[in-house]
C-alpha cells in the first residue's frame, strides 16, 4: 500500500511508486495524499486531500484486502500525517518503508518544520526503514540545542533515536566521484554500497529506490539483501532513464522489458541521458 501525491509526469510520486512495485512482481494499492501541479521541472502547485478521505481510502482497502508493506511518500498537511500515522498503528506487523520526501528535485518545499516534527514524532518510530538523502537526513537530524553539523552517521544515530529499525542514507548529493548509500541500525553500519555516479538529473529516482525496496521486503527478502536489490534495480533504472520532457530524466522502470533495445540505446545514446533511449509519454 503506497500513501503519496500525485505526479502527473509519471516520474515521482504515486504513479512512479505504482510503476515500481508492479515492475517488481507487486500488486500496488495507492491512497492519494496529495494532487500536484507539477512537470519534469519542478512542481508549482500542491493540492492536499483531507485528512480524513486520506485515513478513509488506505481503512477501505484494508478491511478488504491483505497488505505485505506500507511505502510512505509526500504526505501534503499535518492532517495526512496524523491519518496515515493512526492508520499505521493497528498493523504495526506490516513493514513501513519511509521515503522523507522533503523537497523537490529543484528544491520546491513539500514538507514545512511543522510536518518535519511531525513525521519524527509519528511516523519514524513505527518505520521499519527510513529513506533519506543526505539533505534530508541532515533535516531530520538537526537539533538545535546541539548547536552542530553532524556527520552522515550522526545523522543515522539520531534518526535511529526516534524509534526507527533501520536508515538508508544515499549519497546521491554528496559531491563525491561515486555514489555511496549507506544503510544503519542501533548497531552501527550494517552495510554500506557504492555505485558509479551517473551523469544525468534525475527526477524520481528516491521514489524508485523507497518502492523498489518495499516491493522486495513485501515479496519476503530480508533487510540486507531487500536494501542490495533496491539498489540495483533502482541505479539500472537510472542509468537507461530518458528525457521526454525540457527537465531532468525520468527513470525507466521497465528497462527489464526493453533489453535489446535499451541495450542499442545505450551504445547510440548521447552522453548526457545517461543511456536511455527514446520512449512515448
Not at 533519506?132 to 533515536?161: F, M, Q, T, V, Y
Not at 553500519?189 to 522486495?216: I, K, M
Request: hydrophobic share 40%; glycine share 10%; with cysteine.
Amino acid at each position: 500500500m503506497v500513501f503519496a501525491a500525485t505526479d502527473p509526469t509519471g516520474g515521482a510520486g504515486l504513479q512512479a511508486d505504482i510503476m515500481t512495485l508492479a515492475s517488481m512482481g507487486c500488486h500496488p494499492v495507492s491512497v492519494v495524499t496529495a494532487i500536484t501541479i507539477q512537470d519534469t521541472t519542478g512542481v508549482d502547485e500542491v493540492q492536499p486531500i483531507d485528512g480524513e478521505w486520506v485515513a478513509d481510502q488506505a481503512r477501505c482497502i484494508l478491511e478488504d484486502m491483505p497488505v505485505a508493506a506500507f511505502k510512505i511518500g509526500v504526505l501534503g498537511s499535518l492532517e495526512a500525517i496524523a491519518a496515515v500515522a493512526e492508520v499505521v498503528s493497528d498493523y504495526p506487523e506490516i513493514p513501513l518503508i519511509l521515503d522523507p520526501v522533503l523537497a523537490s528535485g529543484r528544491g520546491d518545499e513539500l514538507a514545512s518544520e511543522e510536518m518535519l516534527a511531525a513525521i519524527r514524532e509519528l511516523l519514524i518510530p513505527q518505520t521499519t526503514i527510513v529513506t533519506p538523502n543526505s539533505i534530508e537526513a541532515r533535516r531530520l537530524a538537526d537539533d538545535d540545542s546541539e548547536g552542530d553539523n553532524p556527520d552522515l552517521a550522526e545523522c543515522a544515530r539520531r534518526i535511529l533515536d526516534s524509534g526507527c529499525e533501520y536508515v538508508l542514507i544515499t549519497g546521491t548529493h554528496e559531491h563525491t566521484g561515486d555514489v555511496t548509500n549507506t544503510l544503519y541500525n542501533n548497531e552501527g553500519v550494517v552495510r554500506s554500497d557504492t555505485w558509479p555516479r551517473l551523469p544525468g538529473n534525475y527526477h524520481g529516482s528516491g521514489c524508485t529506490l523507497a518502492s523498489a525496496l518495499a516491493a522486495t521486503i513485501a515479496n519476503g527478502v530480508d533487510i540486507q539483501e531487500a536494501v542490495r536489490d533496491a539498489q540495483e534495480y533502482t541505479w539500472q533504472s537510472l542509468k537507461l532513464a530518458f528525457r521526454p520532457g525540457m527537465g531532468q530524466y525520468i527513470p525507466d522502470r521497465l528497462f527489464w522489458a526493453r533489453e535489446d533495445e535499451t541495450a542499442s540505446g545505450a551504445a547510440e545514446g548521447d552522453g548526457d541521458s545517461g543511456g536511455g533511449s527514446d520512449k512515448a509519454s
